[in-house]
């Protein structure tokens, strides 16, 4: 049986990992977080030291995930998708935050100063909304609200009813 494999993009933050994981368990479908990933595997080409973090071999992440995407029904969780393959995915999500909401969440995460405002920007000025329309075909690419547990719960029924769709029109 087809499966899709499905894109859930986004600032740190924005609830990428909690619909993504419900998600999965929901659809039945495997999850991929690839910053965990990339920590198993030691996936990294060096470490910045402005930012304080490891820098992802992303040649080496899409090697790693090659033979799962070929398969199908994979959930890939990243704040980043310019890097993978565009034919991997049949469709992208790209979660929104209000920025107040957002800085409550970064700041109980213990994000602080310059790693804090940083991220606020990267939502303001829709950065991830704008890598992903520059790298995937526009009509596969979809934001949705992720600030309240209603705004998940909607978003958990409206994704599961593309993959039922999905499912039908393809087997
Ligand atoms: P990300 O994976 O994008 O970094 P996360 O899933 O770890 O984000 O969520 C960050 C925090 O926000 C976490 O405490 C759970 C909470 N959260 C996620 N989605 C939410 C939503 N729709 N409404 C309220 N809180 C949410």
């Known amino acids: 049986m087809r499966r899709p494999n499905l894109l859930i993009t986004g600032t740190p933050g924005v609830g990428k990992t909690t619909l993504g994981k419900e998600l999965a368990s929901r659809a039945g479908l495997s999850y991929v977080n690839v910053g965990d990933l990339a920590k198993e595997g030691e996936l990294y080409e060096g470490f910045d030291e402005e930012y304080d973090c490891p820098i992802l071999d992303e040649d080496r992440v899409v090697d790693e995930l090659e033979a799962r995407m070929s398969e199908g029904g994979v959930i890939v969780d990243y704040h980043g998708c310019d890097f993978f393959p565009e034919r991997w995915f049949h469709i992208v999500f790209v979660l929104r935050t209000d920025n107040s909401c957002l800085y409550d969440r970064l700041h109980s995460r213990g994000y602080t100063g310059k790693k804090l405002q940083d991220n606020i920007q990267c939502e303001i000025f829709q950065t991830l909304y704008e890598e992903a329309v ?3 075909k526009k009509e596969i690419v979809h934001q949705l609200p992720s600030n309240t547990p209603e ?3 909607r978003n958990l029924d409206q994704i599961m009813q593309w993959i ?3 499912m039908k ?3």
Do not use: A, G
Request: net charge negative; proline share 0%.
């Open 151 to 153: 705004d998940l719960e």
């Open 169 to 171: 029109d393809n087997n």
């Open 164 to 166: 039922e769709q999905w």
């Open 134 to 136: 520059l790298s995937y």
